[in-house]
Each structure stands twice: as structure tokens, then as C-alpha cells.
């Protein structure tokens, strides 16, 4: 069973920057597992953010960015908000005979 | 822009088959392009991918829950759908649905999510 490892929870102060990450049990997460980030908020369906490491979606604000970082895939915030308090989650895609996808257990970022 | 739509019961008991039907409108599924997803999240915990297909019938499940899961898709009414069979309280989630781009697996526009409670 492949296990997607993330931070339980980071703090970061307003206007700081943050960086979360997100491993893989296999091994380094490559471009070929196209990372995806997401942020949920209590009561929300998850928002995407990020998709392929590093592509933003037309609404993902300025502030997040994505890339890899020593074998792992990175999600960094800078100038964070006090709305950027949120769960984050990552996702990603193991292809070969039997693709499927695997979210990250999410990252509890509290703005304080 | 497209929008998903999960509906069903909100209440399955013990045993039974779980279904739920996502409603895509704004775009057609038979389009292609895109593979369309069922995800969970159990209360209080983190996301968990379900499967996916694509319009062609193609589908792609979650090795854990492989021999219970069935992802159907009815391009005639633009709609996919999710059979969970033999549920019991451990499949008590919150139940999503959504779509990922064909090729850069971008997972982009979600549904607002059902919750399914199995109870007797």
C-alpha cells in the first residue's frame, strides 16, 4: 500500500513563508507523479491549487507556488494570509499497469 | 464552467450497496479529456481517492477498496456514478466527486460533496 507522507501541522506567521512538502513511500516524487495541492477549509469541498508541481489554476492567488524539493513535492506560501489558514492536502498520480491516485494525509496550517 | 453535483441517500444500512450519481453540467463527459472521480473523506479525517473513469468505460480503482467499488458512467445523461457494495460504518464519509485532466491529472473542479451515513 503506497503511503503519501505530509506534515500533520506547520504554523507560520502573517505575511511569513511557509513551505509544506509531501513524500512518497516509493521513493522521490518526480514530475511523473504530476503533484497536485489542494486547500480545504472546515465545511468546504477541497479547492485546487496547484496541478503538474507547478501549474496554477487561474484562480490560485500569486502567493502559492509549487515545486520539488529533495525528492519531495513542495507547496510554498509567501506573504501568507490569515485566510490561508487551512487544511492542505497533495495528491499524487502513480501510473504502469494499475494507475491510481494517492492523497497525502494533509497538513493543518495555522496562520498566527 | 463546469459543475459537479453528488446525489444519493444520505443514509445506507449495514450491508447494503452505497450509490451515488454525479451530475456533470456545463461541459459533456462523452467530450473526452478528462477522467472523472470519486473521493471520500471520513469525519474529521484526510481525502481519499475512491477511483475514476474515463467516458470511454475505462476505469481505474483504489487498490484497497477494488473489490467493492464499481464507477459506471452514462454519457446520455452526463452523468457517472459510484456503487460501494457491502458498506458498513467504516464507509461513513463525506463522498465527493470530480474531475481530472486527461494527461496532466490536474484534479480541478469538485463537487460540493454528499455525506452518507451507514447505520441500521
Known amino acids: 500500500q503506497t503511503v503519501v507522507t505530509q506534515e500533520p501541522s506547520l504554523t507560520v506567521s502573517p505575511g511569513g513563508t511557509v513551505t509544506l512538502t509531501c513524500a512518497s513511500s516509493?521513493?522521490?516524487?518526480?514530475?511523473?507523479?504530476?503533484p497536485n495541492w489542494f486547500q480545504q477549509k472546515p465545511g468546504q469541498a477541497p479547492r485546487a491549487l496547484i496541478y503538474?508541481?507547478?501549474n496554477k489554476h487561474s484562480w490560485t492567488p500569486a502567493r502559492f507556488s509549487g515545486s520539488l524539493l529533495g525528492g519531495k513535492a513542495a507547496l510554498t506560501l509567501s506573504g501568507v494570509q490569515p485566510e490561508d489558514e487551512a487544511e492542505y492536502y497533495c495528491?499524487?498520480?502513480?501510473?504502469?499497469?494499475?494507475?491510481?491516485?494517492?492523497f497525502g494525509g494533509g497538513t493543518k496550517l495555522t496562520v498566527l | 464552467q463546469v459543475q459537479l453535483q453528488e446525489s444519493g441517500p444520505g443514509l445506507v444500512k449495514p450491508s447494503q450497496t452505497l450509490s451515488l450519481t454525479c451530475t456533470v453540467s456545463?461541459?459533456?463527459?462523452?467530450?473526452?479529456?478528462?477522467?472523472w472521480s470519486w473521493i471520500r473523506q471520513h469525519p474529521g479525517k484526510g481525502l481519499e481517492w475512491i477511483g475514476y473513469?474515463?467516458?470511454?468505460?475505462?476505469?481505474y480503482y483504489n487498490p484497497s477498496l477494488k473489490s467493492r467499488v464499481t464507477i459506471s458512467v452514462d454519457t446520455s445523461k452526463n452523468q457517472f456514478s459510484l456503487k460501494l457494495s457491502s458498506v458498513t460504518a467504516a464507509d461513513t464519509a463525506v463522498y465527493y466527486c470530480?474531475?481530472?485532466?486527461?494527461?496532466?491529472?490536474?484534479?480541478?473542479?469538485w463537487g460540493q460533496g454528499t455525506t452518507v451515513t451507514v447505520s441500521s
Open positions: 470530480a474531475r481530472s485532466g486527461y494527461g496532466q491529472h490536474n484534479m480541478d473542479v
Open positions: 456545463g461541459g459533456s463527459i462523452s467530450s473526452g479529456g478528462y477522467y
Open positions: 473513469i474515463y467516458y470511454s468505460g475505462s476505469t
Open positions: 516509493t521513493g522521490a516524487v518526480t514530475s511523473g507523479y504530476y
Open positions: 503538474s508541481t507547478s
Open positions: 495528491l499524487l498520480y502513480y501510473g504502469g499497469a494499475q494507475p491510481h491516485v494517492v
